[in-house]
């Protein structure tokens, strides 16, 4: 492990990118800073949905884990007064992987559109459970008090900020330490073939149960940021199906290249929002799908590829 | 005393939809021993070969391997007792170059724990992958993705995969399949002495008899889910009923030897 982290150029780049995010933050609009906030803490989900797609899965269902991150910080804010950002991470994380353990199961069994659709169903009845629930806040959901780091109450929201592409930076390193690792090449090897990887002694369904409760844990932090960034959770922005939706476009956009791939496709998707909201507020939808279109046209890899290609020529021409 | 075989088949049948598949098969194999299986398409030999390592679980009959009860095991199970196998179409990762194929295969099957881990490109590691590949004769194809390699290159592949964990016996579904004639016995020549080398036990299905002739220490013919003949190569190929039901005359090795025998 220790070699990994000292040898991975992706590790390298990535700490040194969220670095300079992270001061660049400071001089930053606050709709600008608020646009990447929200993107970077997609991002995690998106990771590890990207984990999902790299082993031939696509789960339309993630706003599941999603949701219960987002509720569970809602929660022990409104029940216990926990406001320190670790611990509510900590707590969501654990929540969703815990569900993403028991579901594993039963998902573990399923590949293609039945893994993508049982997701979608089980993301549903949470949704249903949500919006009838009173307790819980009903459609309009409940606000989240002001997060806190470790003990520190900040002014402003660029604490946050900090806070979040440290997350997203850890979230990015323990990721791509794990694809360097065995268990994680078996991601590849298992849409590859998995007969062979159960002919080489592993079992695949545990293999994917596991990357199964990676993602949900990713998601579940995923969600928990965003009510954080938000200061709110509520049942159609946290776990309806567009939610779930909105993580597989930014996947897709991404592309599957780099653990780092999946913030700038959030990030990417923050902004193509809003500028497509303020340019048509009827019809931004139909920019944000024509972006889509012309990605998976021109770019079936991602933006990932196109900062790789562009990487390559300058690597060439200097 | 006499020794424990390496594997031991005792009254294995399987029926699908009560078409037998295998009927009351009998077969023992010795340690280091290599079989040569033929027989027509749908006599029965992929299904032997898929019930040995647990692809299909037999309807009944037991299945030994070295004195061990392996009867209906799990695949993955059967690679950790030390029975493995190829396929007929190579069983490969496409989208990997050929040293990352071996060094994925070799890191899942020292699995022990920790070693998942750690970086397959481990040091020792590296150098289990350098060996194979040298015994298989594939350095060459090292950085080459297994979707662009030929279909010999792959098989050797396929096949080098299967033996990483280094199993007693192994099983290998038409190794020569879709190979290219002037490929067909360099193929053989290295598969056959890599496996020597490592001491396993082979059985292999195949319906080139030149090839079954040159390397096999013994043939066992299937004709409809039953065993007709389990005999050295020189005998079982003129046997008549192997002859008639396997080989089909005009294929036969040597026409004056089966003619000679079908007229005794």
């Known amino acids: ?318 | 005393m006499t020794a424990v075989p390496a594997l031991r088949v005792t009254d294995l049948c399987k029926s699908f939809s009560g078409i037998m598949a295998a009927n009351n098969l009998n077969v023992e194999a010795a340690d280091g021993e290599i079989i040569g299986i033929i027989g027509a398409n749908g006599a029965g030999k992929t299904v032997f070969v898929n019930m040995i390592t647990g692809y299909l679980k037999p309807t009944s009959g037991k299945i030994e391997f070295q004195g061990k009860d392996i009867t209906g095991i799990e695949p993955r199970n059967a690679t950790h007792v030390g029975v493995c196998r190829s396929f007929q179409v190579s069983q490969v990762f496409m989208s990997m170059t050929v040293e990352e194929n071996l060094l994925t295969a070799l890191s899942i099957c020292k699995q022990a724990g920790r070693a998942m881990l750690q970086s397959p490109r481990a040091p020792d590691l590296l150098i289990e992958c350098e060996k194979l590949m040298e015994l298989y004769n594939i350095t060459g194809h090292r950085d080459q993705v297994a979707s662009t390699l030929s279909q010999g290159v792959r098989k050797l592949l396929d096949i080098a995969m299967a033996v990483v964990s280094n199993p007693k016996i192994l099983l290998l579904d038409e190794p020569t399949s879709g190979v290219s004639v002037e490929e067909k016995f360099g193929i053989m020549d290295i598969v056959i002495q890599a496996l020597r080398e490592q001491g396993a036990t082979v059985l292999f299905v195949e319906h080139d008899m030149e090839i079954v002739e040159r390397y096999v220490d013994r043939v066992l013919a299937f004709y409809q889910g039953e065993i007709i003949c389990d005999a050295p190569p020189a005998e079982a190929l003129i046997n008549p009923q192997v002859i008639e039901y396997v080989i089909g005359g005009e294929h036969a090795p040597n026409m004056n030897a089966s003619e000679d025998a079908i007229h005794a």
């Open chain 1, 1 to 318: 492990m220790n070699q990994i982290l000292k040898n991975d150029a992706t590790i390298r780049w990535a700490v040194l990118g969220f670095f300079v995010l992270a001061v660049a933050g400071y001089f930053m609009e606050a709709w600008v800073q608020n646009n990447i906030m929200f993107g970077l803490a997609r991002g995690l989900a998106v990771l590890g949905l990207m984990v999902l797609w790299r082993t031939g899965l696509i789960s339309f269902g993630h706003a599941l884990y999603f949701g219960i991150g987002a509720y569970v910080v809602g929660l022990v804010d409104r029940n216990f007064g926990i406001s320190d950002i670790f611990l509510r991470l900590f707590l969501a994380v654990g929540a969703s992987a815990f569900v993403g353990f028991f579901l594993g199961f039963i998902l573990r069994k399923y590949r293609g559109i039945f893994f993508a659709m049982l997701n979608l169903a089980f993301s549903m009845v949470l949704y249903g459970i949500l919006v009838k629930v009173e307790s819980l806040g009903s459609t309009d959901g409940f606000s989240v008090s002001q997060t806190t780091i470790l003990g520190w109450t900040p002014e402003n929201k660029y604490a946050l900020f900090a806070a979040i592409v440290f997350v997203c930076a850890v979230g990015a390193i323990l990721v791509q330490c794990y694809l360097k690792t065995a268990l994680g090449t078996l991601t590849t090897a298992i849409r590859d073939n998995e007969l062979r990887v159960e002919y080489l002694g592993f079992s695949v369904a545990r293999a994917i149960h596991l990357k199964y409760i990676m993602s949900a844990g990713l998601a579940g932090a995923s969600g928990a940021l965003l009510a954080m960034a938000l200061g709110q959770v509520d049942p159609d922005s946290m776990v309806n199906w567009p939610v779930s939706g909105e993580l597989v476009f930014i996947t897709v956009m991404a592309g599957p290249g780099s653990v780092i791939a999946p913030f700038l496709g959030g990030v990417a998707f923050e902004f193509l929002r809003t500028y497509a909201f303020e340019l048509a507020p009827e019809a931004w939808q139909l920019i944000v799908g024509a972006t889509l279109l012309g990605i998976i046209f021109f770019l079936p890899m991602g933006l990932w590829s196109l900062l790789e290609r562009i990487w390559k020529r300058r690597g060439v021409s200097s």
